[in-house]
């Protein structure tokens, strides 16, 4: 039997479906059988060359990935063949097989669809975490989230709503209707000021607010909070266009929030950081969602399963910021 990968030669360029032989577990790792890969912004960042950790070309891009383990290493006694299990690869899951270290693997009920739990990994976890670890949220917080349709924004909404917040999300014409059903209140970034929008809604200003499109977005999300407020940016779409300029001018919005004596809080949440920082955490959380799904407590929003060749299709449709939650590959 053959693997098959998506591989990216050099950056900014199409990916290509490249046949090789299965890879072969080391001693500590596991070799995954790959049931959902997601599609995510990071994806798109990194085949631009813009994200923080660089690696050698050519690569296999795709940032988690859900599957079940089809061989084990011989000095791995924690995980059984055939058993499902996550992990994110931040590169490498656009693959029908992948090996990885078992230590670095979560066990996924055999209740969740693997679709759903890819979307659970990277969207609901960063979500959890910047809401319950970063911010430390309390029921009846006013926040703003932007790009609230989106696979992270609507993960917030999700997550938010559950901790009785009251949101605020920015989306397009479109996508309106998306942000109410998860009980935001929408406002459409295309035809209002949304920071005009907020402070009359909301005149004594914010708890918290969330972005991630970054440069003026930072700025202006930032502007919406009381005294004492927290900001969190966790991304910079906005700098696609101007990629070095981008990041630049958004890092150094950041900064001079950051360094201003204001009473508000401003950081920067990445989700490889924190699961760096503090692995237990990562296990627990995604442990808490797994369970809140199971409960019926967060539903997922899979926008499309697309097959693992039509990758670069799906990074094409994820970048025109059209897309409702989060598009998966099913090899």
Not at 71 to 88: E, F, N, P
Not at 113 to 137: G, S
Request: with cysteine; aromatic share 6%; hydrophobic share 40%.
């Amino acid at each position: 039997m053959k693997n098959l990968s998506m591989v990216l030669r050099r950056i900014g360029g199409q990916l290509e479906a490249v046949e090789g032989e299965l890879p072969e577990p080391a001693a500590d790792q596991v070799r995954i059988a790959v049931e959902a890969a997601g599609v995510s912004q990071a994806d798109i960042t990194i085949r631009q060359g813009m994200y923080p950790q660089s690696a050698p070309l050519p690569f296999t891009l795709g940032y988690d990935v859900v599957g079940r383990v089809d061989k084990v290493g011989s000095q791995v006694r924690s995980l059984r063949v055939g058993q499902r299990v996550a992990a994110i690869t931040v590169r490498g899951s656009y693959t029908r097989y992948l090996c990885w270290p078992a230590e670095d693997v979560t066990p996924v009920p055999e209740s969740v669809e693997p679709a759903k739990a890819v979307c659970l990994l990277l969207n609901y976890m960063t979500a959890y975490q910047m809401l319950h670890r970063v911010a430390r949220i309390r029921g009846g917080e006013t926040v703003l989230v932007t790009s609230a349709a989106g696979g992270v924004g609507s993960a917030l909404l999700e997550l938010g709503r559950l901790a009785g917040l009251k949101i605020h999300g920015t989306a397009s014409t479109g996508k309106l209707e998306l942000v109410r059903r998860l009980g935001a209140t929408p406002i459409d970034y295309t035809r209002e000021d949304f920071v005009a929008r907020v402070r009359e809604a909301e005149p004594q200003g914010l708890d918290l607010a969330l972005d991630a499109i970054g440069g003026t977005n930072f700025t202006r999300a930032y502007s919406t909070l009381r005294r004492g407020g927290r900001f969190i940016g966790y991304g910079f779409t906005s700098a696609m266009g101007s990629p070095l300029w981008g990041r630049i001018d958004t890092f150094a919005r950041l900064g001079r929030m950051f360094l201003t004596p204001d009473g508000r809080k401003a950081s920067f949440h990445g989700i490889m950081f924190m699961k760096r920082d503090h692995p237990d955490w990562f296990r627990e959380d995604l442990t808490t969602l797994f369970n809140l799904h199971a409960e019926g407590k967060l539903d997922p929003l899979v926008a499309d399963k697309l097959p693992l060749t039509e990758a670069q299709r799906a990074l094409e449709l994820l970048d025109t910021g059209k897309v409702q939650g989060k598009l998966v590959l099913i090899p």
